[in-house]
């Protein structure tokens, strides 16, 4: 609204400014919507476009492999590995994990550690918890981790830094579904966090599976790489510390 007598460029008028602002507003409220919608897509466990496996990735050796062209490291779904030797369908396997991560939120474990990005630094990052190098290798970490969880006083390892963690009173059930909730979490692409990780000694990642459970296609059919970035393709080996050094995200890039 122009004073009298003093004349307003189109770009100076107040009306020119109020109708930019009305269109940015919209437009952005537009662009929320539809990034929201593509967010959904991209999170959905099992999804193809996605970074989240399906429930099923848990019936499969998960590892990790340097891609050069990201720049960092990527997960690697081998082929199968069922967790507790027993395989299951996507739906068995997605009420496992759910049942895993509502003990995990009903027992606030975000109190002392962090999952995927959110929680506590008291404790151990667990995102990648199933792959830590901690559990020496592939055959011992499944039972050392359910004894772990199930006393963790008792079975401490404390990595020098005199934390202990509490017993949370897991029950067998609860264990088990909370290790299937963290395997399945391992193999979700979190665009190389927590950085610097380093995955334990495994076999092979290299025979991509055929199966029809989904898990193969979910993290898109990334091809071995280069034979010496892989992690390890020696089988395991029962030396805890030595093997996956040298492959942080870190050195290699
Ligand atoms: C009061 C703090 C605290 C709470 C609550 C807690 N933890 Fe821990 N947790 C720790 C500490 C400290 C360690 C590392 C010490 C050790 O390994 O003995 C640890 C280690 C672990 C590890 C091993 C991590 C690795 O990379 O090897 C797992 C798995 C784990 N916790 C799971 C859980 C789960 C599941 C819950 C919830 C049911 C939970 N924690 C609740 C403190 C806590």
């Not at 004349?7 to 409220?29: H, L």
């Not at 002392?112 to 830590?132: E, F, Q, R, S, V």
Request: net charge neutral.
């Amino acid at each position: 609204m122009s004073e009298p007598g003093i004349p307003t460029e189109w770009w100076a008028s107040e009306n020119f400014w109020r109708k930019c602002a009305i269109f940015v507003t919209g437009f952005m409220a537009l662009v929320l919507v539809l990034l929201t919608f593509h967010t959904l897509t991209v999170i959905e466990a099992g999804s193809e476009a996605g970074r989240v496996p399906a429930y099923s990735v848990i019936n499969h050796r998960i590892g990790y492999v340097m891609d050069d062209e990201k720049r960092r490291m990527m997960p690697v779904i081998g082929p199968k590995a069922p967790l507790f030797g027993e395989e299951l369908t996507e739906a068995e396997a997605m009420a496992l994990v759910d049942h895993g991560k509502l003990t995990v939120q009903g027992r606030n474990c975000m109190n002392c550690h962090t999952i995927l990005g959110n929680g506590a630094y008291y404790a151990p990052d667990l995102t990648k918890a199933w792959l830590d190098p901690g559990w020496g290798n592939e055959q011992a970490r499944e039972l050392l981790m359910t004894m772990f969880l199930k006393d963790p006083p008792t079975n401490a390892r404390t990595f020098g830094t005199g934390r202990r963690m509490p017993n949370q009173e897991l029950t067998d059930a609860e264990v088990r579904a909370v290790i299937a909730y963290l395997k399945w979490m391992s193999a979700i692409d979190t665009n190389g966090f927590p950085s610097g990780f380093k995955p334990l000694p495994q076999g092979p990642l290299t025979e991509v599976p055929q199966s029809s459970s989904g898990a193969s296609r979910a993290l898109g059919t990334s091809p071995p790489l280069a034979e010496h970035r892989r992690p390890s393709t020696k089988g395991p080996s029962p030396a805890a510390s030595a093997p996956a050094a040298g492959h942080s995200m870190r050195e290699a890039t």
